[in-house]
């Protein structure tokens, strides 16, 4: 479970709210092998909200197996560069990671509570949204203020699951539009074609 919700934050954490109303005008931006991107704009903000989904041939189980390993995620999570577990009590967790920015762009941390829920047909949702003043800033970081967003794993029999992966954020500071407009298709891409290929060698 820990390692879920590293991934969750990590994967999440920068650029792009899942079940926001505000995000409503998706649009295909991607459909690259097997993965689907969309991109939706998003009220009072300049960074567009993106949502991939994909299919694996894998279990929900396998997956968040996978996602346990907490030194091996950041193999496969998009702009990984630290992840940690602050608490946990139950379905909650708080989570810190470190997201790598290219030069010269200053790198973010996020701080993300995640709450954890599973539907009576094994569908596992993690919600997740930021807790910037959770623990202090660090020197040369900038925190991400803004991040909400949901990971879904839905089953659909014969041992394929749907993810979904969608967040809406405000990344704090001056991001570049080129890297700001390639991050919100790079970072669910990605992501979710590492995690597919990971978990289908299992």
């Known amino acids: 479970m820990r390692g879920i919700l590293r991934m969750t ?9 899942a079940g926001n109303a505000l995000a409503e005008d998706w649009k295909l931006a991607k459909d690259e ?9 998003v009220q009072g903000s300049k960074y567009k909200a993106y949502r ?11 997956i968040e197996a996978l996602q346990e390993d907490v030194k091996g995620s ?11 577990l602050l608490k946990q009590e139950g379905a909650d967790a708080w989570t810190y990671s470190k997201i790598d920015m290219p030069w010269p762009v200053t790198g973010r941390d996020v701080v993300i509570h995640v709450t954890t829920e599973k539907t009576a047909d094994g569908t596992v949702i993690r919600h997740l949204k930021a ?24 089953p659909k029999g014969q041992g394929v699951t749907e993810v979904t992966y969608q967040v809406e954020t405000e990344p704090g500071g001056s ?13 669910p891409l990605n992501t979710l074609k590492a995690l597919r290929s990971a978990a289908e060698k299992r």
């Open 9 to 17: 934050v990590l994967a999440a954490a920068v650029f792009g709210v």
């Open 175 to 187: 991001i570049p539009s080129w890297l700001a407009n390639s991050f919100v298709v790079d970072a």
């Open 33 to 41: 092998d097997g993965v689907k991107v969309y991109l939706s704009s």
């Open 52 to 62: 991939g989904v994909t299919d694996i041939k894998a279990d929900v189980a396998t």
């Open 131 to 154: 807790d910037p003043t959770y623990i202090p800033e660090e020197k040369g970081q900038i925190r991400v203020p803004k991040l909400v967003g949901e990971w879904k794993l839905q």
């Open 74 to 84: 950041c193999k496969w999570i998009h702009a990984c560069a630290e992840m940690k």
